[in-house]
């Protein structure tokens, strides 16, 4: 009700001491105590009579200045409503576009936000990311910390407790994931989210020669890697000035290293065909 002030008819609707008619509520103004509230008359029609202010002689001795507060507001020449008003806009009536407009002034401006909200962005995609950035994503964390008792476990990598950051920035399965993404999308996206990658360092790292193909011939290298808990193989086209043509990559689940390199050369082969 801070937002609001009473527009006097009738004053039968009206509280006399708290409710904002006439400026601030008269039981602040006035200063008077709970306990007096309650000996005193409640509504505001109880002092108008034919639409005229009429004090009753004992609350004018109570309170001198209540008159001259009182006799500010004027009352209308027939008898109407009462009418609660909203404060923020000049007729009084709060429509559904100034309620979202007074709370959405409330809300921090974020800069994240026309990225996220934009029209090459899916809304289910745009919502997801938007409770992530706010720390909403229904995960067993969050459950528990509304009280259910459950046990919880990352269902991507199988170990570790399901959490926010667990599933978007440390499981293995979302750090594989960026990765792949920060190569498609050359950092752009990330660097808007301040989102930073380390990739692992590389155990050992050998020197190759590696020859262009001839004339009008492609290339294709193709690579696997896979450890107790997935697979994954790709591979990349190139032309006989080593310019990058196409690429893939391949998520083949739980397989050995043989079937996964293995399934990279197939893909490979598979993607010359198709594009012969
Ligand atoms: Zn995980």
């Known amino acids: ?7 006097v ?47 009753p002689n004992h609350l004018d001795l109570l309170f001198p200045n209540l008159k001259n507060i009182v006799q500010k507001v004027i009352l209308p020449v027939e008898p109407l409503e009462d009418q609660l008003c909203w404060n923020h806009v000049s007729s009084g009536m709060l ?28 809304p289910s995609r745009s919502l997801l990311v938007w409770r992530l950035m706010h720390d909403k994503i229904p995960t067993d964390e969050k459950l528990m910390e509304r009280g259910c008792s459950l046990p919880s476990l990352c269902s991507l990598c199988l170990s570790c407790s399901e959490n926010t950051f667990h599933l978007f920035f440390e499981c293995s399965f979302a750090f594989t994931l960026w990765c792949w993404l920060t190569s ?6 990330l660097k808007k989210f ?37 697979a994954s193989c790709g591979g990349i086209f190139r032309n006989s000035n080593s310019e990058f043509i196409c690429g893939f990559v ?3 689940g739980h397989n050995s290293a043989y079937i996964v390199e293995l399934c ?8 010359a065909a198709s594009q012969n």
């Open 1 to 7: 009700m801070n937002n609001t002030s009473w527009k």
């Open 95 to 122: 429509t559904l576009k100034d309620a979202y407009e007074f709370k959405r002034l409330q809300l921090p401006n974020l800069s994240w936000t026309k990225t996220v909200w934009c029209k090459d962005v899916p």
């Open 9 to 55: 008819g009738s004053g039968l609707f009206i509280n006399l001491w708290h409710d904002s008619w006439c400026g601030e509520p008269l039981y602040h103004s006035l200063n008077i105590q709970q306990n007096v509230l309650r000996w005193l008359p409640t509504k505001v029609c109880d002092i108008n009579h034919d639409q005229k202010w009429l004090i």
């Open 250 to 252: 391949d998520n083949i």
């Open 194 to 230: 301040n989102v930073t990658i380390h990739p692992p360092k590389a155990p050992d790292i050998k020197e190759v020669i590696w020859h262009p193909p001839i004339g009008l011939w492609l290339k294709c290298n193709t690579d696997g890697a896979s450890n107790n808990l997935t």
């Open 264 to 271: 990279g050369a197939m893909r490979a082969i598979e993607i």
């Open 184 to 189: 498609v999308l050359d950092f752009s996206i």
